[in-house]
């Protein structure tokens, strides 16, 4: 398959990263198209016939989300980016704001215009200071051309764009949490509902979108919905960035059309060209850690010995039995001499320090994971351990206010599930494994 | 986001004690409240908080009275989102402090051994300073360098694709202050 880029398309220009050059290549072409010829309506509608969906993780309509904000008379709305890039697996935002850094002011001044909001803001985990410092020079380079202030291109339209870090929370990627801390609060989620676009940022009508989101909106714009939507498959349009990590020959960000194949995508000359080392592969979690892993038979096929293709719904194909989820794009590969009990416990001792304590059963039952977890990896586990974790998954899973809690059960779940075997052999053979690895499964005989 | 905080040396120092920032500090926080809303400065905590710690290496508690004072609300906020975040040290620290990533993309490709490294060469464990004060070794949660991986960071620094022998030679770099 080709490989078509939209948001990476001039990624490779020397100087991209300034708004000159940037000019150069077309950009704010769309926005002067959009401010001068159609109006906010307009550009929602774009959005909405192009099928975006959320890129952040969810998955969920870019534009129903938006023909969700309320417009109540004489109160502000407002635009907030996620860029709290913190999911396990996922770096292809910071690649993004690091590369093409108007691309996402683009996005954010044409989005603002469709959802009518004067006011925005992007909120960064605090680690990438040295990318809020590349946004903050892209921001005053948009204002000085007139990009950004009042009267934008002669249009009447206002906007404001405010770039603000984190501390250093997972969980201020939940977009609750996120309007919390860019309140100036600990990152706790709120109860839903009221939903954002009716209560959002200071009690005001917010949306809350990724930043691949928000840049996808320029070519949607500038080419249309439909043209966008015409690429990929069935409700998985367009492209999709992918951040590719773990045990492979050449990780780092692509940027892929849905529906490529995963085959094509882990051992493809212009991919990732296999595993690291001429190694066997042993599983993969594709859509950052929160999405379940899948054993090396069912990443290229489905159970149902379909090609798998990097779409929302191939990727899900199988339910929790046999599939998985396209998730953030974080697509993390183990190769044969990995440990699925040490890599599941390193994930439970992630949410469990990034748990945001507000919700019992996520606070105590995320540190119980890492703790039974532990105690398999280093030799101490009993048999009735594997049950005791899916007990305490069940406690979990649909008791939290925000989906951490899911997030740290789902995997665990899913690492017992299809890799039960070498966690018995962890219980049973302490000694052994300690001074070596499982090595791969067995595909299952199907009768 | 790092949590382990245990201090071989604590220095002494009085709650009760006022500290004057810099006027430039003052500014440069009195800019970033004028981003937000009338009223709303309170969201500017979290880049002040960044910004003092920038200067004075860590967060005290007359530090996050005196942010208190300058968006002039009450100290208990400062005191609750300081400790909720992990960027911010809440006890003093080394001259450096490498935060390596322990995340699992990162212990696919050797962090834990890197992390093991780190503490034999500099004779510490995690979370402590070494005695002459220049490094503090800390782990840190998914620093979003996944496909550069292993990887530290050291303030605004992300180094990545380390080896053994780089992170030795970046620590000379530091010891030597070829690197800042």
Known sequence: MKNRRLLLEHVDVPGIEGI????????????????????PDEVVEEVKKSGLRGR???????????????????????????ADESEPGTFKDRYLMEKIPHLL?????????????????????GEFMYVLNILEKAIAEAYSKGYLGKNIMGSGYDLDLVVTPGGGAYICGEETALLESLEGKRGNPRIKPPFPAVKGLWGCPTVVNNVESIAAVVPIVRDGGDAYAAIGIGKSTGTKLISACGNLARPGVYEIELGLSVEEFIYGDDYCRGIANGKALKACVPGGSSVPILPHFLVTKTAAGEDRLMTYESLADGGFAS?????SGGFI?????????????????????????????????????????SRIEHGQGHMHDIDLLADINKKIEGNTICPLGDAAAWPVAAAIHHFRDEFEWHIKQPAEAQTRNYGLIQQPVVA | MHNDMSHSSQPVFDPNEVVN????????????VKKFPEGKQKSALIRALHIAQAEYGWVSVPVMNKIAEILAIQ?????????????FHLQPVGKHVLEVCRTGPCMLVGSDQLIE??????????????????????????LGGCGYAPLLQCRNKFHEHLSIEKVDALIEQYRNGEIQ
């Open chain 1, 20 to 39: 000159d050059v940037y000019v150069k290549q077309g950009g704010y072409a769309t926005l002067e198209k959009a401010l001068k010829n159609m109006s």
């Open chain 1, 56 to 82: 952040g993780g969810a998955g969920f309509p870019t534009g129903m989300k938006w023909s969700f904000l309320a417009k109540p008379e004489g109160v502000p709305r407002y635009l907030v980016c996620n």
């Open chain 1, 105 to 125: 002011v683009e996005g954010m001044i044409l989005s603002s215009f469709a959802l009518g909001a004067n006011q925005s803001f992007i909120y960064i985990r």
């Open chain 1, 323 to 327: 599939g998985s989820m396209l998730g």
């Open chain 1, 333 to 373: 590969v183990f190769d044969e001499d990995q440990c699925i009990v040490r890599n599941t416990w390193n994930f439970a001792r992630f949410y469990a320090h990034e748990s945001c304590g507000q919700c019992s059963p996520c606070r105590e039952g995320t540190g119980w994971m890492e703790k039974v977890l």
């Open chain 2, 21 to 32: 920032f810099s006027d430039s500090m003052i500014k440069e926080i009195n800019e970033v």
């Open chain 2, 75 to 87: 100290p208990i906020e400062v005191y609750e989102v300081a400790t909720f975040y992990t960027m």
């Open chain 2, 117 to 142: 490294h780190i503490k034999n060469k500099l004779n510490i464990n995690v979370g402590e300073t070494t005695s002459d004060g220049m490094f503090t070794l800390k782990t840190a949660e998914c």
